[in-house]
């Protein structure tokens, strides 16, 4: 069955960074465009990068243009953000999701189960 598993997530100060890792399986992960998204509790989740099958085209949201960096490893099955810059309001816990086509549409069929990115002093 597929299943992400995201890591990655914590504590850090304004300025600071992390990485944020989604280990993917049951799926031929290299076939599929795969999303960051991230949800505040009473407010929608809202995309925040999006990247095609084969890494070469990537999408973000304005918020974090400049600053965060998604990218993905098919030989590791894996896909990561890499978030710099880290502002109080990029709190918020951090979902990966599985595209449903090659190439990013807004649609997915599978999410992972999440991590919470605080940022804080």
């Known amino acids: 069955q597929v299943q992400l598993v995201e890591s990655g997530g914590?504590?850090?100060q304004?300025?600071?960074?992390?990485?944020?890792?989604?280990a993917a399986s049951g799926f031929t992960f290299?076939?599929?465009a795969m999303s960051w998204y991230r949800?505040?509790?009473?407010?929608?989740?809202?995309?925040?990068?999006?990247?095609?099958?084969g890494g070469g085209s990537t999408n973000y949201a304005g918020s974090v243009k400049g600053r965060f960096t998604i990218s993905r490893?098919?030989?590791k099955n894996t896909l990561y953000l890499q978030m710099n810059s880290l502002k109080p309001e990029?709190?918020?816990?951090?979902?990966?999701a599985k595209?449903?086509?090659?190439?990013?549409?807004?649609?997915?069929d599978y999410w992972g189960q999440g991590t919470q990115v605080t940022v804080s002093s």
Not at 90 to 96: K, L, Q
Not at 99 to 108: C, S, T, V, Y
């Open 10 to 12: 914590g504590l850090v």
């Open 14 to 22: 304004p300025g600071g960074s992390l990485r944020l890792s989604c």
């Open 30 to 32: 290299s076939s599929y």
């Open 39 to 53: 949800q505040v509790p009473g407010k929608e989740r809202e995309l925040v990068a999006a990247i095609n099958y």
């Open 73 to 75: 490893d098919n030989a």
């Open 90 to 96: 990029d709190t918020a816990v951090y979902y990966c």
């Open 99 to 108: 595209g449903r086509f090659m190439w990013f549409a807004r649609e997915n």
